[in-house]
Each structure stands twice: as C-alpha cells, then as structure tokens.
C-alpha cells in the first residue's frame, strides 16, 4: 500500500499591507519518488523588522523543498535536512550583512515536516509551529525560540539568517493512517488556543477548508499579522519501511568492478573511460530509453572508508544543486539503486589539457572565451556557497563546439554545509599542485580566491603554454618552499602578451590573497581591457621621472594598447 496524504494551505496577509510569511509543499505522484523521498511541507514567517522578511521566507521555503528531492537516496531525511537548512541559513546571513548599515537583513522562523514511510521527521527554527493531531489529541512538537524582554515583549532568540551558525530543531515520530499535522505561523496560534485549532481541522470537510477556516477564525479573533497555515491528513501508509534508509546499516553496496556488456540496474556498460585509485567512469546505457550515460562508481579501495563514502555521496548532491550549461549535468535516478554509483550527462569532447596540446598559443579571442566559460561556470557553483578546490584542465571538457564544462565534484566544499574544512592532501594533488591555491594545500580556505587563482594559473597556461611559477610549483611542500618561487612573465613566454594582460595574470595567481583579486568579474575585465593601474612604471616606457613627459608617454601608449587590444581580440577561428 503507497502512502497517502492531503495537504491544504493558505497564507495571506491578513490586516497587514504585506505578507511576510510563505508556504509551500510537495507531494511527488505514487512511485520510486514518494516512496523513497515522501512527501514535504515548508512554513516560514519572515521577520518583518529585518525589511527583508518577505524575501528570506520564500527562498527558504522553496530551497528546502527544491534541494531536499536531489539529495541522495543513500542520505537519512536528517542528515539532508540539516545540511540544507546550514545552507539555506548561510545565504540569508550573507545576504543580510550586505544590509548591516541600512539595518536590512534577510531573517525568517522556519517550520518543515517531512512523511516518509511510517514516519514523521520535523525541522524548525523560531516562533512559527508544528502540531500533530493523534487519536483526538493535539500536541505542538515544535518548540518557540523566543526570550521576554521588558513588559513581556518577546523577541526572537533564534531565525534562520541570524547567525553564521544555526541550531535546528530536530525530531521524529511514528505515524498512523488518521492522523493530522497543522503547521501555523504566529498569525493563527498567538489568538486561537490549540482546542479551537484542532476542533477547526476536525470539523471540516476537507484538509483545504481546514486551513482556509483557521485563516478565517483567526481573522475573526483580530489576527494583526499576516496568516499561515498547512494542513496535512494521513489517509494510508506504506505496510513495510524496508526501503527507508535511516540508519548507517542500511548503506547501499558498492557496486563489482564492471565490464562492457555488464549491466547494472537496468544499465549497459558499453565502456570504461577512466578509473583511478579513487573512482571509475563508464558510458552505459539505459535499457529502458537507450539514453547514454556516465556512469561514476567508488573504487572498492575505500570499503571501509566511511568519510570516503560520505564524500561520494555529497558529489552527488552538489552536482544536482547546480543548474549550469557549464557544469556537468546530474541524472535523477528513476529506478530504485541496488549499488553506490550515480549517473551524469555524457559530454562530448576532450578535456582542456588535451586540447591545449592540440591547440599551442591559440588565438586570444578563443582563449578569452574559454577563460570567460569556465568562470561563468565557477559563478554557477559560487552562488551556491560551493568551492570546487580542484580546478584544472583535466577537470575541464571542451566540446567540439568550443563549449566548456566543469567536471569532478570530488574535492568541492560547500560553506554552511562541511562541518571541518579538511585541506587537500598533498598525495592526492600531486597533479593538482599546479592549479590549487596554495593556501588549500598549507590548511587554509581561501574560498573563491581558492578558485580564482586556478583559472589565472589556466588563463596563464592557455596563453604561454607554461606555469606562472614552473614546474617547480609541484616541488614545494611549505610555506618556505613556495617562497622561493618568483613569478616568470607571461609576456617573456608570449611577446604578443601586452603588459597590463601580464600584470592581471600575476596578481591573479599571487599567492598572498590579500594582493590577490577578491572576485571573478574583477579579473575578468581586467583580462579584457587595460587596466590604467598596470600601465604605470612600465619599463617599455623607460624611467623619465617628468610627470609631463609620463603622461605624453602613457597616451600615446594608450593608443599603441587599445590597437593592439582591437586586433588581439577581434580575431576569428581556432
């Protein structure tokens, strides 16, 4: 027997000019999904002093919901939840300090419910409320996050884009077939007394009525805030919880090491296209569709490995975070998984280390478009609070067309998310060394700067053929070692190079992040047009020390740079 459930909602503004608060849910239709996901409710109530109330409280309630359907079958609805909700929290608070002088922040209560199988999982943050309705029984599983000031004010202790930090409220329960669950915001609990609001759901006719009527009800009692409420009835429950993966016990396998002609949940192998120490890649093909597939299974090195396997797991989820034309695509799973793989799109082409041996001192106008790709890319992952860390050409595809996209989740860290930054071993990069910030590999993350110094030191490679530091950069093991590098001038490698371009290549890759650029679009343009900062002192220019004769000079270099720029940058073809 499938699960079975209806949900009602309604949420208005009641008196007030502007609602604040968001409601939101989603029941998938019976099938692979309800039964390994369920079903889910989201409830927020933004804090209307913060100015950004309205805005904080739709964007956690639609990312709650959004991202929790592409996290792994593998994860329990707690571990899913709780990283969301970190996430989630994360991007309110950054967005609410950008409004620190204005006194703007982005804050709102949250109340999620999640039914899955046989059993009830709730989250929560705030003074908004979860009720279950059991055998003519209310009871509020939901704790208020609130402290009392003077003459009995309250003010709220806890909200999601308060903190850097947040602590989640979470618990979980039994179920039966018959039960009711009401999620309110304080519009409806602070005027109507929990028997009025389990006699209001009791006495409709439909679980839409319900929440309508306690909207109504509320109204009526003189509700000043604005109203909220969903109202979810259990008609049936599944008869097992065999599928219900909440415990470490119930892990998938890994999968054999695979063949051609071998298949796997309804999947062909057709061939293997990479494997290492770590990770194996196949093209297969679904039987069902005749799609064709990447399929990334762990390697069998790492049985015992639980951080390795929570790792795997977690790619799989970022992947599915990201909606990018320049990011590998996840597949959604349609079938059950009887092993520990997941499946992106296959891309055709080549990775970018392979194309730069095919294509040596490309045009700058090729180059600069892949440059910009790869960054547009990199935004894609940055808007998500996500860090590749691993950036390099063999994590690159080139299509045939010139498109690009980014590959490998392995090394990504998600802010909000990783409970301890755990740096990059240095046995593991040894291929890495040569675009990781340097910072990763000493234990330090330098978050987007991290990313931002590997596509300069590509940037640097694509036009020079070259490292910015040499070979010697895969050498160094400290602090000491990377000292004693100095950067080598692009412009030596590649007279075409102008001097600004030279100068936006070194400051990108600095190893200091404090003289380094603090974001993608800064290095960017400067890549793209000269930077008057980069022409000064430019020893083309020789060492008169005449202000006048400066300026003469730099003008009529402007000139010389902006041609050059024109015929750099116009060019056609590969």
Not at 273 to 287: G, I, M
């Amino acid at each position: 027997m499938p699960l079975e459930l209806n949900i009602g909602a309604v949420t208005s503004a009641g008196i007030k000019p502007v609602n604040e608060d968001a409601v939101a849910h989603q029941l998938p239709e019976p099938g692979y999904a309800l039964e390994s996901r369920g079903a889910i409710c989201a409830l927020a109530d933004g804090v209307s002093s913060a100015e950004a109330g309205k805005e904080a409280s739709r964007y956690a309630t639609r990312h709650f919901i959004e991202d929790y359907y592409k996290t792994p079958e593998t994860w329990s609805v707690e571990h899913g939840g709780r990283k969301i909700l970190a996430s989630v929290n994360l991007s309110l608070y950054k967005r609410s300090h950008e409004y620190v002088q204005e006194e703007k922040g982005f804050l709102c209560t949250f109340s999620g419910l999640v039914v899955k199988s046989r059993t009830a999982h709730f989250f929560h943050v705030g003074d908004s409320r979860i009720y279950h309705l059991h055998d003519n029984k209310l009871h509020q599983l939901s704790h208020d996050h609130f402290v009392v000031i003077g003459k009995g004010r309250r003010i709220l202790s806890r909200a999601l884009g308060m903190d850097s930090n947040i602590a989640i409220d979470y618990g979980k329960l039994p179920i039966s077939a018959g039960d009711y669950f009401v999620l309110t915001s304080d519009g409806v609990h602070d005027f109507l007394s929990s028997q009025q609001i389990m006699d209001t759901v009791m006495l409709a006719d439909n679980v839409q009525l319900a929440a309508e009527n306690l909207q109504k009800t509320a109204l009526e009692l003189n509700s000043d805030d604005n109203i909220s409420a969903i109202v979810i009835q259990l008609k049936s429950l599944p008869t097992a919880t065999l599928d219900d993966f909440n415990s470490e016990l119930n892990r998938l396998p890994f999968p054999p090491e695979l063949e051609p002609g071998m298949v796997l949940d309804a999947y062909e192998v057709t061939q293997e296209l990479f494997a290492s120490a770590r990770s194996q890649l196949y093209e297969v093909k679904d039987r069902d569709t005749g799609q064709i597939l990447v399929m990334k299974t762990p390697s069998r090195n790492f049985l015992d490995d639980i951080s390795y396997i929570d790792r795997f797991i977690q790619e799989e989820w970022i992947g599915k975070r990201i909606d990018s034309p320049f990011v590998v695509k996840i597949v959604q799973q349609k079938r059950p998984r009887t092993s520990l793989y997941y499946l992106m799109e296959m891309i055709e082409g080549e990775t970018l280390d392979k194309w730069m041996q095919r294509n040596p001192f490309p045009k700058p106008k090729v180059a600069i478009e892949l440059v910009k790709q790869i960054a547009q890319g990199l935004n894609a992952l940055h808007r998500h609070d996500t860090i590749h860390q691993d950036l390099k050409p063999a994590n690159i595809i080139v299509t045939p067309a010139g498109r690009i996209k980014l590959v490998d989740f392995g090394s990504v860290y998600v802010a909000g998310v990783a409970e301890v930054f755990r740096p990059l071993e240095h046995e593991g990069a040894l291929g890495t060394a040569s675009y990781s910030d340097p910072q990763y590999l000493m234990g330090h993350n330098t978050g987007v700067q991290g990313d931002l110094y590997a596509l300069a030191t590509i940037t640097y490679e694509l036009f020079t053929g070259e490292l910015p530091y040499g070979e010697e950069i895969n050498e160094c093991q400290s602090a000491f070692d990377y000292d004693r590098l100095r950067y080598r001038s692009a412009s030596e490698l590649n007279p075409v190079i102008p001097i600004w371009f030279d100068r936006a290549l070194e400051k990108g890759v600095n190893f200091d992040p404090e003289h380094r650029y603090q974001t993608l679009s800064a290095l960017l343009e400067d890549l793209q047009k000269p930077n008057p900062a980069f022409l000064r002192n430019d020893p083309r220019l020789g060492d008169d020390r005449s202000p006048v004769m400066f300026w003469q000079l730099i003008s009529g270099f402007w000139i010389v740079i902006l041609l050059l720029v024109l015929m750099l940058f116009s060019c056609q073809g590969i």
